[in-house]
């Protein structure tokens, strides 16, 4: 998405700043905080808290990552590493968390695995954020903060009155009632095809045999297209 209006955005050079992301809210996010007068960094921060809300499955504030951050006053780029860290990293040796190993059977295997608090990596992102915008953002902290605070509101109100919104995070919610509702037509059909029926309320369906396979396939043939 583009900032600004009356610009082509196949043109470079009437293309003023621009957001790319994974979802329509991440670059709504972006795009609100540019138009706001906040910088790249802003914009960044803002679309990577939307993105906690709205691409829950790709990332989250218990994850970590990168920002490569261009400097166009001098021509430098830099790149903050706010990836997961190891717990107890920079601790004394003494004080360092131990992993537990274990051995499990699998079959004829003996499987060996480190589990424990050692195991488990630090997430980076909110440090990450926070060190981008304070180092090159120029709007208020809660500025940024108010897209995703707003995204996070809509799909608690979304869950609570089960409807679903255009382009929000719930999209999954939606192709799995689609796989339920072709579901449920393939087991129509199947009914119609070989003389199922349904018994009681429970939902459950059995096969019973017609006269014999000339005739089951006479009314496989002869069934109508399936609709929802």
């Known amino acids: 998405m583009v900032t600004g209006a009356g610009r082509n955005r196949h043109d470079l050079s009437t293309v003023q700043a621009a957001v790319a992301a994974g979802?329509?809210?991440?670059?709504?996010?972006?795009?609100?905080?540019l138009e706001a007068g906040g910088s790249a960094?802003?914009?960044?921060?803002?679309?990577?808290?939307?993105?906690?809300?709205?691409?829950?499955?790709?990332?989250?504030?218990?994850?970590?990552?990168?920002?490569?951050?261009?400097?166009a006053a001098v021509?430098?780029?830099?790149?903050?590493d706010c990836f997961v860290a190891v717990p107890g990293l920079g601790a004394e040796p003494g004080r360092r968390a131990e992993l537990l190993e274990l051995e499990v059977p699998?079959?004829?295997?003996?499987?060996?695995?480190?589990?424990?608090?050692?195991?488990c990596g630090v997430p980076g992102l909110p440090a990450g954020l926070g060190?981008?915008?304070?180092e090159h953002g120029r709007l208020p902290w809660a500025r940024l903060v108010e897209p995703a605070l707003r995204l996070a509101q809509r799909r608690r109100r979304v869950s609570a009155g089960a409807r679903?919104?255009?382009?929000?995070?719930?999209a999954g919610d939606d192709d799995e009632r689609r796989r339920a509702r072709s579901t449920r037509r393939a087991a129509r059909c199947c009914r119609r095809a070989t003389g199922c029926a349904s018994r009681g309320s429970?939902?459950?369906?059995?096969?019973?045999p017609t006269k014999g396979r000339a005739e089951r396939v006479r009314r496989v043939r002869s069934v109508p297209r399936c609709s929802s």
Do not use: K, Q
């Open 23 to 33: 979802h329509p809210a991440t670059v709504e996010a972006g795009v609100e905080v």
């Open 41 to 71: 960094a802003d914009a960044a921060v803002a679309a990577g808290l939307a993105s906690c809300v709205a691409e829950t499955v790709m990332t989250g504030l218990l994850g970590g990552g990168h920002a490569m951050y261009y400097d």
């Open 75 to 80: 021509g430098r780029t830099r790149n903050l």
């Open 106 to 119: 699998f079959g004829t295997e003996l499987v060996h695995y480190a589990v424990g608090i050692a195991s």
């Open 131 to 134: 060190a981008l915008h304070a």
């Open 164 to 170: 679903s919104l255009p382009g929000d995070a719930r």
């Open 202 to 208: 429970s939902g459950r369906s059995s096969c019973s």
